[in-house]
């Protein structure tokens, strides 16, 4: 569905990604592993137009996206729910989800988001910044999911994150899956990406240096390469 060839990305002299390539089947969880500052967030930010790339292509369902902008993107399918969450604080939540719709100009919030996040509906006026960052967070992949997208990229959706809501959050992962969504997720912890993901790619200062289905995640590949 995403297929990611020879990807190669610099800040100023700085060679960041190094012939990256990387695919995401259709109706999958693909779990992107890394240590910190390995460049995964750097990807993400190339797929969906944020960043601009020296060499390589993105392709989304056989259509290469590096001509369009990240709005465009956002209307092929792509949802994207970034690191750190970038809510608007002093937005409500209503208001939060409704700027989530500006890339298609349509209107109303489709109400399976409120029975994915039945807490967002009890919370509709309430300011962005007065939620707790698990609800935060909640708000941010209903946002990405306003739009209907096909595929759905998390960037460390469970960071400082409470242990029940990262469950929830994995239960939502699990029921869009189960929906038809494909999902790429960037997660460094461990048992939670065992729990949601279909298979791995793991990343290491820039390069793809191991893929393959989740259970091929071997003990080797997790202390050579991942934070344990
Ligand atoms: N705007 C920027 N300008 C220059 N260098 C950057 C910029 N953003 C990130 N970097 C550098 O690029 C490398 C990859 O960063 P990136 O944020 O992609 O890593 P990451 O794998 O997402 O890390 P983390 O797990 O901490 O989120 C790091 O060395 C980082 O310092
Ligand atoms: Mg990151």
Redesign the pocket.
């Known amino acids: 569905m995403l297929t990611v060839k020879q990807l190669n990305q610099f800040?100023?002299g700085?060679h960041?990604l190094w012939d990256l390539d990387l695919e995401v089947r259709k109706g999958s969880c693909t779990c992107l592993m890394?240590?910190?500052?390995?460049?995964?967030?750097?990807?993400l930010r190339c797929i969906m137009g944020l960043l601009s790339i020296a060499a390589g292509e993105v392709q989304f369902e056989g259509d290469n996206l590096c001509a369009k902008p990240a709005e465009a993107r956002a209307r092929a399918g792509i949802g994207y729910v970034p690191?750190g969450r970038e809510i608007f604080p002093q937005l409500t939540v209503a208001e939060n989800l409704e700027i989530g719709l500006a890339a298609r100009r349509s209107r109303g919030i489709p109400q399976h988001i409120f029975e994915l996040f039945p807490v967002l509906r009890r919370m509709l006026g309430r300011r962005g910044g007065d939620l707790s960052g698990g609800q935060q967070q909640q708000l941010a992949i209903g946002r990405a999911l306003v739009l209907q997208p096909t595929l759905l990229i998390l960037?460390?959706p469970t960071e400082g994150i409470q242990p029940n809501i990262v469950h929830e959050i994995g239960d939502v992962i699990q029921r869009l899956r189960a929906a038809g969504l494909t999902v790429l997720l960037?997660e460094?912890k461990l048992p939670f990406a065992r729990r949601v993901a279909s298979d791995f790619h793991v990343?290491d200062k820039?390069r793809l240096v191991a893929s393959g289905p989740i259970g091929q995640l071997t003990d080797e590949l997790v202390q050579r390469h991942l934070t344990v």
């Open positions: 800040y100023g700085s960041t890394g240590r910190n500052g390995m460049g995964k967030t750097t990807l690191q960037d460390e960037v460094q990343i820039g």
